[in-house]
């Protein structure tokens, strides 16, 4: 493919490639100890790229409340926001997994039976990183791909990063049911970097949702 045809096509399949196909390489996913244990992680279906793990025949279908914990951030010395951006950015993720998942769960605030709870952290948050994308003739298709370590990009393009871990509790025992570990990104908007975090906020939120509800209804049947 041409440069400039990549150029071209580049914008309208970004987001797709970056946000909701795939994810800057999990190789660069720094543990922060958050979940303590993460033997068992395994590639989640309904949230590609991300890691997680489920307790062995998971029975959710006896859950109809969550406590969603407040965002807790264990970003590195080196992240590129301020301390108040930071806690905005942990407000609005807190924000957006409470509206997804209030639509199918009632929102608790005091553990109990039939009640879940979820703990989050934020471990990254770079507004802005420079990506490499490449072309692949090879495939016989038009849609770019991260250019691996070592070879040389078509086309570099500003993204913004951010890695969070999640652990979904009884909240009752506090008894781990499952956990997960993602990194996003997103083209980075030049005037508001933070756009495209609450991007991926919201994309993290809806998938969280969608894994829930498909847990409890196979637990149901």
Known sequence: MKKSAFKHILPTLLVAVLLGACSPPQEDFRY????????????????????????PDLDLSGYDRIMVDPIILMVGDDERLAKADLRYLAESFHEALVSELGQSFVIADQPGQGVLRLRTALTEAIPKDTVGMVSDPSRHSDRPRLAPKGEQPDIEVPVSVASMEMELLD???????????????????????????????????????????????????
């Open 171 to 221: 909240s009752s025992t506090g008894e781990r049911l499952a956990a997960i570990k993602d990194r996003k990104g997103g083209p980075a908007s030049e005037t508001s970097p933070q756009d495209t975090m609450q991007e991926i906020f919201d994309f993290w939120a809806t998938s969280t949702n969608d894994i829930l509800v498909s847990l409890r209804n196979r637990g149901a049947r």
């Open 32 to 55: 922060s100890e958050f979940l303590g244990d993460y033997s068992g992680f395994k590639a989640v279906k309904k949230a590609r790229g991300a890691e997680g793990y489920a307790k």
